[in-house]
């Protein structure tokens, strides 16, 4: 539960950091093409989260509700609300 850490990072934060400092990572890997890899953008926010989750960065309420950024999805893709 959030109430058992003394902080956590919002959703926006969370997305923000994964656009700075993940996806950049993800677009050299997957991305050499300069076409959006949008699976690999995908696994890389769920194995992020899951790592935040363990670290304890984010409660686990957190990790099982969150959605995706919107840099995950193409531009066809339906986005859902967000949390």
Known sequence: MS???DTVITFSEACQ???DEILPLVAAQYEQD???DYPA????W???TDE???DGQI???QYENWSHPD??????EYRSERP
């Open 52 to 54: 935040l989750c363990k």
């Open 41 to 44: 953008r995908c696994e890389e």
């Open 3 to 5: 109430s058992n850490l």
């Open 71 to 76: 840099c995950n999805y193409a531009p066809w």
């Open 17 to 19: 950091a994964f656009e």
């Open 34 to 36: 300069e076409i959006p």
């Open 59 to 61: 409660s686990d309420w």
């Open 46 to 48: 769920c194995n992020w």
